[in-house]
């Protein structure tokens, strides 16, 4: 069993491809996962500027200006070797079942496995490949690539190295769309893992365009209902800015949101709804933030994983003046409460609390009005509570000129942020 699974994705944008396939991809990668050892799921994008997390996925840049899938000979370079061994998945392969299947298949990590090409036999195709860590193979391959020759990725790659094995030497589920010249699967077969494109249709051109098969539309617009305990989120505000529609519509279906509007501060929303609270864990939002994408259950199996009653993690900020975004990671992940007295390394848009804490230390305090979070966290940790850190994006963080943060004057939050640490030193 691979210790950790890695799949990697590319996305070359421009004509075929966009970020809704990746979002597609990731969606019944993750919905379709059964087990706890989660995978990571790294995709390489030439619009990415640095690398960072978003819900579960991780973006890095894809710095070559080769053209289309020529783009995907960075997954033989040196500088994914430390993502090594992994699974590389074309973005135009539908998931059916879970990615785990085809991960237990491996019967060596250092063997390369790509696809046999369902019209050559005995040929190499690049749709889905394992790619081992240390190969001498892999090196083999990066050392010939001069660049872009011809119109195929794969006929490059035939002529340097000879594959350890084909996928379809391991298992009969990996399935061509394309089974005849002139014909596409109409229906998918009961034991299929692994439907693989490749070519036109794309699988959005072949759920909504003039041929829209019933299973691929099924597939595009399939739903998951990930299993975690009740969380409940709470938007406590008083006046909408423009982005409550966007907070609201981040929270997923199956956890208890309570909106929370009027005219008393912020405190005093979240507690007057507080008692309505049904999950196991309870996080505030923003009405101008935004949960990603994977923000409840990265939290919840945290929690589920660790002996803790409150957690935080990564923001991603984004500036809506100037378009410009930046990920925040705190300095120190496991401050204590001499830490937090010095500075602040909580982002408050990533907390999420165990329900009990507010039985054991009360509800914020309706008596502050910019220091309200900070406070209860200096509470919490005063009281012996166990602070953990999520190492994920949990929550998407604007900075806009009507936050409270910039209009509040500077001198009013020095003195609150004084009167609290008076309280706590």
């Known amino acids: 069993m691979i210790e950790k699974p890695t799949i990697v994705l590319v996305l070359r944008s421009g004509k075929d491809f966009s970020f809704r396939d990746v979002e597609l991809i990731a969606k019944h990668i993750n919905g379709k996962w059964m087990s706890a050892n989660r995978p990571r799921i790294i995709c390489l994008w030439d619009k990415a500027s640095q690398h960072y997390t978003l819900g579960n996925i991780e973006f890095i840049p894809l710095t070559n200006k080769w053209p289309g899938v020529w783009s995907r000979m960075t997954l033989y370079s040196p500088e994914m070797e430390q993502y090594r061994p992994f699974l590389y998945v074309d973005l135009d392969t539908a998931i059916i079942q879970s990615l785990e299947k085809i991960f237990e298949l491996v019967p060596d990590p250092s063997l390369f496995i790509p696809l046999e090409d369902f019209y050559q036999k005995g040929k190499l195709a690049t749709g889905i490949a394992w790619i081992p860590a240390n190969s001498d193979k892999i090196s083999k391959i990066w050392k010939a690539w001069k660049g872009p020759t011809g119109n195929r990725m794969d006929y490059f790659l035939r002529k340097v190295v000879n594959p ?204 502050l009005w910019v220091m309200e979070e900070y406070e209860f966290n200096l509470r919490c940790l005063k009281a012996g509570m166990k602070l953990g850190y999520c190492d994920s994006t949990l929550a998407i963080y604007r900075r806009h000129p009507e936050q409270k943060v910039r209009v509040v004057p500077q001198g009013t939050k020095k003195t609150e942020r004084e009167m609290v640490k008076d309280k706590y030193r």
């Not at 609270?277 to 990265?298: C, P, W």
């Not at 500075?343 to 329900?355: F, G, P, Q, R, V």
Request: proline share 4%; net charge negative; charged share 25%.
């Open 164 to 367: 350890d094995m084909f996928w379809q030497q391991l298992t009969t589920t990996i399935c061509d769309f394309k089974p005849k010249k002139g014909q596409v699967l109409s229906q998918v077969p009961p034991d299929a893992n692994l439907v693989c494109f490749h070519g036109k249709p794309r699988i959005h051109d072949a759920a909504f365009a003039s041929m829209s098969l019933d299973w691929v539309t099924k597939y595009v617009e399939e739903e998951f209902s990930v299993k975690r305990k009740r969380v409940t989120v709470i938007i406590p505000y008083n006046v909408n800015r423009g982005y409550l529609k966007e907070a609201i519509d981040s929270v997923p279906d199956n956890v208890q949101l309570l909106v929370s509007q009027g005219t008393g501060n912020w405190p005093e929303n979240f507690n007057k709804v507080l008692d309505q609270a049904e999950g196991d864990y309870i996080k505030f939002l923003h009405e101008d933030d935004r949960l990603t994408e994977n923000s409840i259950a990265d939290a919840v199996q945290f929690f589920e994983e660790n002996d803790v009653d409150f957690i935080h993690g990564n923001a991603l900020e984004l500036s809506m003046s100037g378009g410009r975004q930046h990920v925040y990671k705190p300095k120190k992940t496991q401050p204590v409460l001499a830490d937090m007295l010095k500075k602040n390394y909580i982002h408050s848009a990533t907390l999420m609390y165990k329900k009990e804490v507010f039985k054991k230390v009360g509800t914020f305090d309706e008596s």
